[in-house]
């Protein structure tokens, strides 16, 4: 049996809220290492959006959501039927 990684979330993840919509931000790396950061959003529908390219601090993930949010709005994460990738 192999072991679960245990992970490390930076203390950017967390809630976040716009225009009423609330999402999950999850920025993370295997515990105990100097890896790059992924990051993901949850929707309140439970639908996972995660970023291909992993970022190398965790402000630069989320620094990219945030300019996805500014750019094209927290609704943008709710509109996708596929599953998206950033």
Same mark, same amino acid.
């Given at each position: 049996?192999? =072991? =679960?990684? =245990?992970?490390?979330?930076?203390?950017?993840?967390?809630?976040? $809220? #716009?225009?009423?919509?609330? @999402?999950? @931000? *999850?920025?993370?790396?295997?515990?105990?290492?100097?890896? #790059? /950061?992924?990051? +993901?959003?949850? $929707?309140?529908?439970? *639908?996972?959006?995660? /970023? *291909?390219?992993?970022?190398? $601090? *965790?402000? +630069?993930?989320? #620094? +990219?959501?945030?300019? @996805?949010?500014?750019?094209?709005?927290?609704?943008?994460?709710?509109?996708?039927?596929?599953?998206? @990738?950033?």
């Amino acid at each position: 049996m192999t =072991k =679960k990684q =245990k992970l490390e979330h930076s203390e950017l993840a967390g809630e976040f $809220t #716009d225009e009423g919509i609330t @999402v999950l @931000v *999850d920025i993370f790396r295997t515990a105990g290492s100097n890896e #790059d /950061w992924t990051m +993901e959003v949850v $929707t309140q529908s439970e *639908d996972l959006i995660r /970023w *291909d390219e992993p970022f190398a $601090t *965790d402000r +630069e993930a989320f #620094d +990219e959501f945030l300019a @996805v949010v500014a750019r094209d709005g927290i609704q943008s994460f709710l509109e996708d039927e596929e599953p998206s @990738v950033h």
